[in-house]
T-cell receptor, first 111, second 114 residues
Framework: GAVVSQHPSWVICKSGTSVKIECRSLDFQATTMFWYRQFPKQSLMLMATSNEGSKATYEQGVEKDKFLINHASLTLSTLTVTSAHPEDSSFYICSARGGYTFGSGTRLTVV | GQQLNQSPQSMFIQEGEDVSMNCTSS?????WLWYKQDPGEGPVLLIALYKAGELTSNGRLTAQFGITRKDSFLNISASIPSDVGIYFC??????????????FGKGTLLTVNP
């Protein structure tokens, strides 16, 4: 079946540095991918919609200059958290195929 | 924004018992989806419902799309320990630039005592 591979599974970074998270569709092409953030014991909140070959669409309240999204090919979307701060620590998850397939998530801890 | 009310927030049951959880919304959705999330993992789709009144099963799981299109329920029969996890409902609307956008409920934490 359709698989979305997300890397890394977890990352610890220092405050002020940037972190890149990758999401790959392994056996299908994804013109659109979605990026979610999930805080402990909370639901998934959509951050942005990533569109291959065009700019991402960000949800209200999400800083596009802080959360950089690149969808340069039909199988790869990346989310870069720039100048990370402890409050950015969260579980980040991507999905494709209209939300039917999710990646395994990335646990980001900013120290 | 849109909100989904999912209940109960948590459930503690004995192995073999049946479980029911539901979601309601103030908005109409075209599709209802139910997911299970294990700790440290992404959600996995369990059942997708596309039509008002639709009743769909997947093994021990049964879900229904409410007639008003504003609610859905998920039943798990004869629960087993591996059913432990967080269950999320999600509603999907198809309109203009919001194709495929999902709105998630807050989740139901299920604990099954063997």
């Amino acid at each position: 079946g359709a698989v979305v591979s997300q890397h890394p599974s977890w990352v610890i970074c220092k405050s002020g540095t940037s972190v890149k998270i990758e999401c790959r569709s392994l056996d299908f092409q994804a013109t659109t991918m979605f990026w979610y953030r999930q805080f402990p014991k909370q639901s998934l909140m959509l951050m942005a919609t990533s569109n291959e070959g065009s700019k991402a669409t960000y949800e209200q309240g999400v800083e596009k200059d802080k959360f950089l999204i690149n969808h340069a090919s039909l199988t790869l979307s990346t989310l870069t958290v720039t100048s990370a701060h402890p409050e950015d620590s969260s579980f980040y998850i991507c999905s494709a195929r209209g939300g039917y397939t999710f990646g395994s998530g990335t646990r980001l801890t900013v120290v | 924004g849109q909100q989904l009310n999912q209940s109960p927030q948590s459930m503690f049951i004995q192995e073999g018992e049946d479980v029911s959880m539901n979601c309601t919304s103030s908005s109409i959705f075209n599709t209802w989806l139910w997911y299970k999330q294990d700790p440290g993992e992404g959600p996995v789709l369990l059942i997708a419902l596309y039509k008002a009144g639709e009743l769909t099963s997947n093994g021990r799981l049964t879900a229904q799309f409410g007639i008003t299109r504003k609610d859905s329920f998920l039943n798990i029969s004869a629960s087993i320990p591996s059913d432990v996890g967080i269950y999320f409902c999600a509603g999907q609307q198809m309109s203009g630039g919001s194709n495929y956008k999902l709105t998630f409920g807050k989740g139901t934490l299920l604990t099954v005592n063997p």
